[in-house]
């Protein structure tokens, strides 16, 4: 049973504030504030608080209560400490009755009573006394008021379908001044707040609600965005407004969540528009001299809008529900693109700085209490901002048929030498096609996106015969697979996790990298001895995902040297199992079923693969075929073909896995092309 402060979360700070404006009205002198500090003082925050959240009738009635709170909700006298702390809690006390009158619990005669008080609030011009709180000196006041104005507004339209007109006008005419303010934050803050309220809430008509409030407010806000952030790179240092970092990072923040009700409602304004379309402000923010949390929040906001993900931390729903209404969305994605690698091009990650240690809400890492560190969030965002940007190149160039060649070359040994730069254990000795999964250990959708984007990458320079072998750049698909499991401990239950979650686009990723291992299993032999030849300097972090499996011990990396040698699996004793598939009723039929697949293998021959960037594999090749790489890679295959099988079998699957398991039973003969000049040898 939860104790009292658990349930009333307000009890203590509440008692506090009582008796210290008990204390203060007793001995206060002032003419001009006793009046509101005593009509103030004689409400009983401690027991409104609590029979609003017990769900019990005030003491007092709802005129009543309503006059007093309007009382002191004036800005005379908000210079007094005591009325400055009163105006505080009645701020408060308003905003929990908004927000308790959408609870269903709420009995009916108590929430009578609360909507007869919000009914004589608003007749007392209750939004009129919030927005003149809004430039108060005080930023606890000017917070607690927009707070509370953004609650009645979102209940305004959740019961009518419309917003006060009043906050409307009063945003657009501090957006239209673009001057840096404590009321310019509280009226982005107030607006990011309605929007979301909207996104989240039951509303009908979303889509209507949205486009009647963004049109009142998108020409002020395009005139806000053109003036706060950079539109040149002419000495961008110099523009003055950019030392503002606090309006920067709210305004960021509206920025996505407009981005998210585009993708999610279809809805699209100027502003709306204008974030991609003018995306390179905020790659000029990066030469800015503002504090190094503004440049992390711009470069999210660009890898966010790229990979349709605004709005992922707090927004419900499918983001792409709306995208199909939104016929300019490729368009204005491909702007982003083309504004990405334009800047690349000029030298924008020369200028681009990371700090040498994470940054965690603006501070510091103290390097004192760990090893050598880097800034992962920085280097992942930039990283995924350019593989993304080349792909949607590439698909519009493919699509539209055009001329000019993007050289993926050039811009990937751009990102290896940035990235050699500031990730401190990436040497020029490691395997170079091992910073995916060094660069996005922590991160597993950015990670699986990451490497389905260099597929595409992969497939567009083999597709115009590109002589350069792409280990050099890092892009080798099948090095990036391999090297993934491997960092996986090649245990299939994680792959099978990653199937069945909806947070990665891992089956997307599967579907695409098996495919290229059927058109290019040469590719596939000669990169398990690339990877098994610098076993020694893969530099690949043992922690892939802490959420999924233990720290690797230096015991367990010599147990996996002992197994590459002697062919044993010690999977099970290095990497805990997710589920048991083992335990299965069925599980001995399934893997008896999955043990017959295939004993009659076709001979496909030698595969020649045109345009690949690799040359035919030789039997003499396929005999140096690393048999432990190799075999384990395929062996984690086919065991998470026979867990799919097994549970598609029993209907617990989640989808229909037809042809990802047709994909996966086209291994099993091309291993036996590989084996069998093994077995000739011996």
């Known amino acids: 049973m939860q104790s009292r402060s658990q349930v009333y979360p ?33 409400l009983d925050f401690h027991n409104i608080f609590l029979s609003l959240y017990s769900g019990t009738l005030p003491s007092l009635s709802s005129k009543d209560l309503a006059s007093k709170i309007a009382s002191c909700l004036t800005s005379q006298t908000a210079g007094s400490v005591s009325h400055t702390d009163v105006m505080c809690l009645c701020l408060t006390l308003t905003e929990n009755i908004i927000t308790r009158l959408s609870s269903p619990s709420l009995p009916q005669d108590v929430r009578i009573c609360y909507e007869d008080v919000m009914r004589s609030l608003c007749e007392m011009d209750l939004m009129a006394k919030l927005v003149s709180l809004l430039d108060c000196q005080d930023q606890l006041v000017s917070h607690l008021s927009t707070k509370c104005m953004s609650a009645c507004v979102i209940n305004d339209i959740s019961m009518t379908g419309s917003s006060s007109s009043l906050w409307r006008d009063t945003c657009a005419k501090v957006f239209y001044k673009s001057t840096p303010s404590g009321e310019l934050d509280c009226c982005l803050w107030s607006l990011t707040c309605v929007i979301k309220g909207v996104l989240r809430g039951d509303c009908r008509n979303k889509n209507d609600v949205l486009t009647k409030l963004l049109g009142a407010v998108d020409p002020s806000l395009t005139c806000l965005y053109a003036s706060l952030l950079p539109q040149h790179t002419l000495e961008p240092r110099k523009t003055e407004v950019m030392k503002h970092c606090r309006t920067l990072c709210t305004f960021f923040d509206l920025l996505e969540v407009l981005s998210a009700a585009r993708l999610r409602c279809g809805v699209c304004s100027s502003v709306q528009r204008i974030v991609f379309t003018e995306s390179r402000a905020l790659l000029h923010v990066m030469r800015t001299d503002v504090e190094y949390f503004v440049n992390k929040r711009a470069l999210l906001l660009l890898k966010r809008n790229l990979l349709r993900r605004a709005g992922e931390d707090w927004a419900l729903g499918d983001v792409q529900s709306g995208s199909h209404m939104d016929e300019g969305l ?40 760990g090893g050598t560190w880097r800034d992962d969030v920085m280097l992942r965002a930039l990283s995924l901002i350019l593989l993304k940007s080349l792909e949607i190149n590439i698909q519009s160039t493919c699509g539209k048929g055009a001329q000019n060649n993007i050289d993926v070359h050039q811009y990937l040994t751009e990102l290896m030498s940035f990235l050699r730069r500031h990730a401190t254990h990436l040497s020029t000795e490691a395997h170079n096609c091992c910073w995916v999964t060094s660069v996005f250990a922590e991160q597993d959708d950015d990670m699986i996106e990451s490497a389905k984007a260099l597929i595409a990458l992969y497939l567009y320079q083999k597709s115009l015969n590109f002589s350069v072998p792409v280990c050099l750049w890092g892009c080798n698909p099948h090095c990036h697979f391999i090297i993934l499991l ?9 792959l099978l996790d990653f199937l069945i979650s909806t947070e990665t686009c891992f089956l997307e990723y599967c579907v695409r990298y098996l495919k290229l291992l059927r058109e290019d299993w040469t590719g596939f032999c000669r990169s398990c001895r690339h990877v098994e030849d610098s076993d020694g300097n893969l530099g690949v972090p043992r922690k892939l995902t802490a959420n999924l499996m233990d720290r690797e011990t230096p015991e367990s990396s010599q147990m996996y040297v002992v197994s590459c040698a002697t062919g044993s699996d ?17 599980s001995e039929e399934a893997e008896e079923s999955s043990s017959d697949l295939h004993t009659n293998a076709v001979d496909f021959g030698r595969m020649e693969v045109k345009g690949s960037l690799y040359p035919s594999v030789t039997t003499m090749e396929q005999d140096c075929v690393s048999e432990c790489l190799f075999d384990k890679v395929l062996a984690c295959l086919e065991e998470l073909k026979v867990a799919i099988t097994r549970l598609h079998n029993k209907a617990l699957f989640p989808y229909n896995p037809a042809s990802l398991l047709k994909l996966l039973n086209n291994l099993q003969p091309k291993k036996n092309l590989v084996s069998q000049p093994r077995l000739k040898a011996v």
């Open 330 to 369: 490729n368009e204005d994605l491909l702007a982003v693109a083309d504004a990405v690698l334009n800047e690349v091009k000029a030298g924008w990650l020369q200028e681009v700085s990371v700090k040498a240690q994470p940054s965690f809400f603006g501070g510091n890492f103290d390097v004192h209490l």
């Open 570 to 586: 010690v999977r099970a004793a290095t990497v805990p199992r997710l589920v048991d598939y083992g335990s299965s009723d069925e």
């Open 10 to 42: 307000f009890e203590h700070t509440l008692q506090t504030y009582t008796r210290k404006m008990t204390d203060v009205s007793s001995g206060c002198r002032s003419s001009c504030s006793l009046d509101h500090i005593m009509d103030a003082s004689s």
């Open 486 to 494: 491997r960092s996986l401990s090649f245990d299939h239950t994680v």
